[in-house]
């Protein structure tokens, strides 16, 4: 797709349609033991006439390099969907949907999912984060959905120059705050910081969806897991999210 | 031909086939259970129980290496005590042998947790992980030194109810006197190896990959230590030796039973392929089968020099 951002197509019929927030655990390559591990990609998108699902992923080290140069019609080794991804909202919510780049996945399968279940597009608003114009690409298919939109970029090549956070920021300090409205967010854990800050300050409930170094995907290897708010206690990003309440995760 | 002989007794255990679970890559079963028919393993060896519930070190915890990975968890675990009554019942009538490991940083604390075990009879074995650091004594690990070892095993052994396997650590300028320590104590069996030490440094951030400096290498990576480690041991002790070490698929299996282990664990291999060990059993059912091997057991120790 250019800017390093990739969208995978894979041929897989699913039982249901996915939950917005699953993951799936994919081998970059199938020969030999390097690298050695899966790694978790958000469900983008399916398509159920064709039994496809997508994923978009942008390289960030070997393992995704890897991946991205797998040819077409390739059969890959994969597990999932895993996790327990996002609680939909009811319908009289109003929605502050906010991706941060490669974070915006599945946050776009949330918003497909809570319009194919009639949510109505006037109470979905998507805010869109990237680093620089060209990272927009990972927003196109956001683009087409029938629904309110902004962006920034951190250097201001295109809309908002700053912080999607700036953005949400904007929408709770317009009159969006409060218990009527639900944030969901992924993104960098910079941004989910600062989101964090932002569902406190505003009184609105806020869940994120966490990355994390994810060995096994099982809930086995204890290793991606993330500190729990005001508890002596980890929690398994794999297996108790990756979507936490944002009060219930210390970042 | 029939179906091969796969039972292996160890310390008086007889386990259906040599393939078992390392401890910390299985938790206590109960996520595999979705994946894998559990009565088909040879053995489970549930993740270290210490006397009180560890929290386990500060994330990032993990860092994948060259065909390997580091783990720095902090023997994360419920407890002795939630263990016996919450694990247990799970573990009980899965139709395979439950062989629990047992972590401590003194004696005392390997005795408590030990004596916690006595009477339960869904456990068959104890697995004892002398590889953690001795913080009673100078911090170096139980198993570094054969008078350390003996200590710890005899013990132990003389409250266990359970054969007893010491789990060694490869970190080690000579494993053999430890092995043999460990025999003369009264070990029904040895498990080896345990992880070897690592550490991993980002060179774009300088910043160390683990929070905890440094981990436990494991994986494919250590599987030739592992291998010079098992044939080294089994050319000192009698007693039964269970191998462990990036143990992938069934050829690393009959690898290891060729250095001279009686049974296996697959560890690492878990995270990747759920499903890697009944995998394994049936890759080994059938190479027996086209060798015309009919007891598995009749390939400890044969590998042959060259």
Redesign the interface.
């Known amino acids: 797709m250019g800017a390093g951002a990739y969208l995978l197509s894979i041929k897989l019929k699913l039982k249901t349609f996915p939950h917005p927030g699953e993951f799936l655990h994919i081998k970059p390559t199938s020969e030999g033991n390097d690298p050695l591990l899966r790694r978790a990609f958000s469900i983008f998108d399916y398509d159920e006439q064709n039994g496809t699902v997508d994923v978009l992923y942008k390289v960030f080290g070997r393992g995704s390099a890897i991946l991205s140069r797998v040819a077409a019609g390739h059969v890959l080794d994969l597990l999932g969907p895993l996790g327990n991804g996002f609680p939909i909202p009811e319908k009289s919510k109003q929605l502050l949907l906010v991706g941060g780049g490669v974070g915006i996945p599945p946050i776009y399968l949330l918003a497909k999912t809570c319009l194919r279940n009639g949510h109505d597009p006037k109470l979905i608003k998507f805010l869109m984060g990237f680093g620089k114009a060209e990272d927009c690409v990972m927003g196109e298919r956001v683009a087409q959905l029938p629904i309110e939109q902004a962006l920034s970029t951190d250097d201001g090549s295109r809309g908002h120059k700053g912080f999607v956070s700036d953005l949400l920021k904007a929408k709770l300090a317009g009159g969006l705050a409060g218990d009527k409205t639900v944030i969901y967010a992924c993104g960098p854990e910079g941004m989910l910081k600062s989101i964090q800050g932002l569902a406190k300050e505003y009184a609105t409930p806020c869940y994120l969806s966490l990355e994390s170094i994810m060995p096994c995907g099982l809930g086995t290897c204890l290793g991606c897991v993330v500190k729990q708010e005001g508890e002596d206690k980890y929690l398994r990003v794999c297996r108790e999210g990756p979507v936490f309440e944002a009060n219930e995760v210390e970042l | 031909m029939s179906s091969p002989n796969l039972k292996v007794n160890i310390g008086g255990v007889e386990f259906a086939n040599p393939v078992m679970t390392a401890s910390?890559?299985?938790?206590y079963g109960e996520?595999?259970n979705e994946?894998i028919d559990l009565s088909r393993l040879g053995g489970i060896v549930t993740k270290s129980i210490t006397r009180h519930e560890r929290?386990?070190h500060?994330?990032?915890?993990?860092?994948?290496t060259?065909?390997?990975?580091l783990?720095a968890?902090g023997l994360?675990n419920v407890g002795v005590d939630a263990y016996v009554r919450d694990k247990l019942q799970f573990l009980r009538g899965l139709g395979t042998k439950i062989v629990v490991n047992v972590a401590g940083f003194d004696i005392d604390e390997f005795i408590y947790v030990v004596d916690k075990l006595n009477g339960h009879e869904e456990i068959d074995m104890v697995e004892l992980n002398i590889s953690c650091p001795n913080v009673k004594g100078d911090g170096m690990e139980f198993s570094s030194k054969p008078e350390i070892a003996y200590e710890v095993v005899s013990k132990v052994r003389k409250i266990c109810d359970f054969p007893l396997m010491p789990k060694l650590s490869p970190n080690v300028a000579d494993i053999k006197p430890i092995a043999k320590a460990c025999e003369e104590a009264g070990a029904d069996a040895l498990a080896l190896i345990n992880t070897l030490y690592g550490m991993a440094i980002d060179p774009y951030t300088w910043k160390i990959k683990l929070t905890n400096v440094t981990g436990g290498l494991s994986?494919?990576a250590i599987k030739p230590v592992a291998i010079q480690a098992v044939w080294k041991v089994y050319n000192t002790v009698k007693i039964p030796i269970v191998g462990i070490g990036g143990i992938?698929d069934y050829r690393d299996v009959v690898e290891f039973m060729l250095a001279g282990a009686k049974a296996v664990q697959f560890g690492?291999a878990?995270?990747?392929q759920?499903d890697c060990t009944i995998t394994a059993i049936d890759g080994l059912t059938e190479y027996l089968q086209q060798r015309n091997i009919a007891d598995v057991n009749d390939l400890i120790g044969k590998a042959v020099k060259i």
């Not at chain 2, 910390?24 to 938790?27: E, V």
């Not at chain 2, 060259?66 to 990975?69: D, E, I, K, N, V």
């Open positions: 910390g890559t299985f938790g996520e595999f994946y929290k386990g500060r994330p990032p915890r993990t860092a994948e060259a065909s390997g990975m783990n968890i994360a994986g494919p992938m690492t878990n995270f990747i759920p």
